[in-house]
Nanobody, 127 residues
Framework: QVQLVESGGGLVQAGGSLRLSCAAS????????MGWFRQAPGKEREFVSA????????YYADSVKGRFTISRDNAKSTVYLQMNSLKPDDTAVYYC????????????????????WGQGTQVTVSS
């Protein structure tokens, strides 16, 4: 069982930056693929970014590529999402997700691949 706790959300002006963190409980954090998803009011939850257990591979939605950076610190069992050049369209609740993956690969952008979810953190970007 893995518990995920997000932090770092808030209100920021367009063009600003925020850094989200997701702290995971449990052992063998490095065996988990970690993902970030977001859900805006009235919209479906969508993929933002993912990172493999070792951190060697990262994946991004086209809408955030070049602006957001995902990283992880396995010693701290934490994954981060650095968000720069924020836009009002980035306003959403951001969720951290985890999937145990020892070998092989998954559809990193599919929320159905992830087994554990955090409670979410609100990000609001004002124009």
């Amino acid at each position: 069982q893995v518990q995920l706790v997000e932090s770092g959300g808030g209100l920021v002006q367009a063009g600003g930056s925020l850094r989200l963190s997701c702290a995971a409980s449990g052992r063998t954090f490095s065996s988990y693929v970690m993902g970030w998803f977001r859900q805006a009011p009235g919209k479906e939850r969508e993929f933002v970014s993912a990172i493999t257990g070792s951190g060697s591979n990262t994946y991004y939605a086209d809408s955030v590529k070049g602006r957001f950076t995902i990283s992880r610190d396995n010693a701290k069992s934490t994954v981060y999402l650095q968000m720069n050049s924020l836009k009002p369209d980035d306003t959403a609740v951001y969720y951290c997700a985890a999937r145990l993956l020892i070998v092989g690969s998954i559809r990193y952008g599919s929320l159905y691949e992830y087994d554990y979810w955090g409670q979410g953190t609100q990000v609001t970007v004002s124009s």
